[in-house]
């Protein structure tokens, strides 16, 4: 083997560990907070509007429609799986917690920033309407 296909063997190894390591990282990824300036965040939008219409389109096929985190793609998808939504985890969250969480999204979460503001405060206050009595 030529010293050029050594180097390149060991330079697409080098890639592969590395996007392997990152990899790994990504699905072991630790709670997910919300940075701190979120949390006072105040919701300026009262009622839920078109949420349950917007869930159904853009959330239910992981979150699922009752919002358990058991939609069809939920088990496809990698650590960690999607939030239950009913959860004391969840519920104790602040909404501007959760609004940011909805706007930025993580791992296999995507961002909904491009969501009018209005529209994910309305997310926001219909995750609300789960709450287990």
Not at 48 to 59: D, I, L, M, P, Y
Request: hydrophobic share 40%; net charge positive; glycine share 10%.
């Amino acid at each position: 083997m030529s010293a050029f296909a050594k180097s390149l063997t060991a330079a697409v190894t080098a890639v592969a560990l590395i996007a392997g390591v990152g990899l790994a990282v990504v699905s072991a990824q630790g709670p997910w907070v919300a940075p701190a300036d979120a949390k006072g965040t105040k919701n300026p939008v009262k009622g839920v509007g078109g949420a349950k219409k917007s869930v159904e389109t853009n959330c239910a096929a992981c979150h699922g429609n009752s919002g358990k985190g058991d939609g069809p793609a939920a088990a496809a998808l990698p650590p960690p799986k999607p939030a239950d939504w009913t959860s004391d985890k969840v519920q104790k969250e602040t909404d501007g917690e959760l609004f940011w969480k909805i706007s930025n999204g993580r791992g296999s979460m995507p961002p909904w920033k491009h969501l009018p503001d209005k529209e994910r405060w309305e997310l926001v206050n219909y995750i609300r309407t789960l709450k287990k009595k």
